[in-house]
């Protein structure tokens, strides 16, 4: 069964790191494209950092950040072993909510990266881990 579990969510102060991590299983990483999106009560879940990977023929590959975390937050991947891992520094309290890694594979992508975050068309979700920011 093909499963994405996120850890590492938890209580941080303004300032704060947190590093997030999505454990993967029943499927082969390294073909699929991955994101983190984050969610906060009454509003829509958001992409903020999406990977694209790279296809000889039909995409160059790319990386996206929103700009409300470009700089603090870097997505990674782990195909070996089969994580995604998000690193958030310098946390403020708009980083609060609920986050989410997801995984999809479509042959043949040519969209972007920030293409993929914005559409939010990923197959493969987690059940989320909360991120809460207090000062």
């Known amino acids: 069964q093909r499963q994405l579990v996120e850890s590492g969510g938890g209580l941080v102060h303004p300032g704060g790191s947190l590093k997030l991590s999505c454990a993967v299983s029943g499927l082969s990483l390294r073909y699929y494209d991955i994101g983190w999106f984050r969610q906060v009560s009454g509003k829509e879940r958001e992409g903020i950092a999406c990977?694209?990977?790279?296809?000889?023929?039909?995409?160059?590959?790319?990386?996206y950040y929103a700009d409300s975390v470009k700089g603090r937050f870097t997505i990674s991947r782990d195909d070996a072993n089969s994580f995604i891992y998000l690193q958030m520094n310098n946390l403020n309290l708009e980083d609060a909510g609920t986050y989410y890694c997801?995984?999809?594979?479509?042959?043949?992508?040519?969209?972007?990266?920030?293409?993929?975050?914005?559409?939010?068309?990923?197959?493969?979700w987690g059940q989320g881990t909360q991120v809460t920011v207090f000062s």
């Open positions: 997801a995984a999809d594979w479509t042959p043949r992508r040519t969209a972007s990266a920030q293409d993929l975050c914005r559409d939010g068309t990923f197959d493969k």
């Open positions: 990977v694209v990977i790279k296809d000889t023929t039909y995409n160059p590959g790319s990386t």
